[in-house]
């Protein structure tokens, strides 16, 4: 049975840290790309951070230099490391591993792929950040 399950969210004041995980099990996890979206009500889904097969990274501008993403072959676990969070970072936060390419989706959550092999998600995550 294929799992991401997500833990580390959270409420934080601005300029605090968090860290999301996402323990995977049930496919290749060396055999995926790994990203991290959220979605804040009433806005589009977005992807934050990506972490490819070969190892290669992408931040959205807007997380660039405050976000890591890290991903630990031994444990199928991915990280996203968020430090001097802002209000704007309020979001639900999901997980994903991709078999053919990270891509952008509008809406964050099984069945947003549109192919089911295409990829899977997380349950999601809800980080709060207070000003």
């Known amino acids: 049975e294929v799992q991401l399950v997500q833990s580390g969210g959270g409420s934080v004041q601005a300029g605090g840290s968090l860290r999301l995980s996402c323990t995977t099990a049930?496919?290749?996890?060396?055999?995926?790309?790994k990203a991290w979206y959220r979605q804040a009500p009433g806005n589009e889904c977005e992807l934050v951070s990506s972490i490819l097969r070969d190892g290669n990274t992408y931040y959205a501008d807007s997380v660039k230099g405050r976000f890591t993403i890290s991903q630990d072959y031994a444990k199928n676990t991915v990280y996203l490391q968020m430090n001097s969070l802002k209000p704007n970072d309020t979001a639900m936060y999901y997980c994903a591993a991709l078999f053919y390419g990270v891509v952008v989706t509008s809406t964050c959550g099984p069945g947003s792929f549109g192919r089911p092999d295409f990829g899977f998600w997380g349950q999601g995550t809800q980080v709060t950040v207070s000003s």
């Open positions: 049930g496919f290749d996890f060396d055999d995926s790309d």
